[in-house]
């Protein structure tokens, strides 16, 4: 059985402001209290040793709040956290050896090198030897820079700098809030390559916060999407693919094509809005060599047929560009395929 290195049992919080400011913030007013602001609401999540978990979510939705919630930063309303199997209420100090994070935008002496500031922090996180900071220094690429000063560092090196902080005490478990805003796409990049590399070849457990699904997409093996501060989709990866992704598919005779998937599959193809009129959408679930043939067979030339790019982009604005229907439909509501 998979261990369970980080869980998250009915975390809420909630925050006492003026209704007009919890309205311009997108927040939901407590039942009880006219000035109450949940900015969380009962999420249930487990990261289990060896994931790379997304965590998903518009502006505002509660992923900051949860992470900080996680990490001790502020005290949940209800609810627990705990990690490596230690309650983060009752025992602090062991659930968070476990962890190292990059919580926003890491702050740094930025007189001072990069390794002097590695230093600093290896001398908070307990007695750490040289040579685990030249290693970690290795790790995240930055030898050969390690003795400028922090001020004349790209976006892109302060991000690996504040990997390599995240890494100094050796964690079993790394949470990374949005590591790569601000950056450019080089700095993406690099720091993708980073954390699949640490994943892959360090063994590290990673909880990721981000926006930007393409990197999810590269990433993670399981993810949560949370909206208003409530998870409205979780599970595998790959799962949810299987689901919901779906099949583009144009041929000659559209209207035709659709008849023929519609009475031989049970499948509804329609017209895609995004695409030229011959273009068919579908759910997938079906083999594309079984539909081609059928297509082929029946007469109908198939010009194209391959599955929708950046199905999960169309997923996430479909759940949670109207708020309040994605956070209503109780079919989808705290659906979990894991």
């Known amino acids: 059985m998979p261990e369970p290195l980080l869980e998250i049992e009915d975390l809420s919080k909630t925050f006492r402001r003026r209704v007009l400011a919890s309205a311009a913030r997108g927040g939901i007013a407590g039942a009880d209290d006219p000035f109450a602001l949940q900015a969380v609401d009962r999420i249930n999540l487990t990261v289990e040793r060896g994931d790379v978990f997304g965590f998903l979510g518009?502006?505002?939705a509660g992923k900051s709040t949860t992470i900080r919630m996680a990490l001790g930063l502020i005290h949940p309303t209800s609810g627990r956290v705990r990690i490596g199997g230690y309650d983060l209420a009752t025992d602090r100090l062991n659930a968070l050896r476990k962890v190292g994070a990059f919580v926003e935008a890491p702050a740094f002496y930025s007189y001072l090198t990069g390794r002097k500031n590695l230093e600093i922090f290896a001398g908070l996180s307990g007695r750490v030897p040289?040579?685990?900071?030249?290693?970690?220094?290795?790790l995240v690429g930055l030898r050969g820079r390690e003795h400028e000063r922090v001020n004349v560092y790209s976006h892109g090196m302060k991000a690996r700098l504040g990997i390599a902080a995240c890494l100094l005490p050796r964690p079993e478990l790394m949470i990374l809030d949005e590591p790569t805003d601000g950056l450019d796409p080089h700095g993406i990049r690099?720091?993708?390559?980073?954390?699949?590399?640490?994943?892959?070849q360090e063994g590290l457990t990673v909880f990721l916060s981000s926006h930007l699904l393409n990197e999810v997409e590269n990433l993670c093996n399981r993810i949560a999407i949370v909206e208003r501060g409530s998870i409205i989709l979780q599970g595998r990866l790959d799962e949810l693919e299987k689901t919901h992704r779906r099949l583009?598919?144009?041929t000659d005779k559209p209207q035709e094509s659709a008849?023929?998937?519609r009475e031989r599959f049970?499948?509804?193809?329609?017209?895609?809005?995004d695409a030229r009129a011959s273009l068919l959408v579908m759910p997938n679930g079906h083999a594309t060599e079984e539909l081609n043939a059928a297509l082929s067979g029946a007469g109908h030339a198939v010009r194209h047929l391959a599955p929708e790019e950046a199905w999960l982009d169309r997923l996430f604005l479909e759940l949670t560009t109207t708020k309040e229907s994605s956070k209503s439909s109780a079919p989808m509501a705290g659906e979990s395929l894991s």
């Open 130 to 138: 040289d040579a685990l900071v030249d290693e970690t220094i290795d």
């Open 190 to 200: 690099e720091i993708r390559e980073l954390i699949k590399r640490l994943a892959r």
């Open 58 to 60: 518009p502006n505002g």
């Open 259 to 261: 008849a023929l998937l």
């Open 248 to 250: 583009r598919i144009q």
């Open 266 to 273: 049970k499948i509804e193809a329609r017209p895609d809005p």
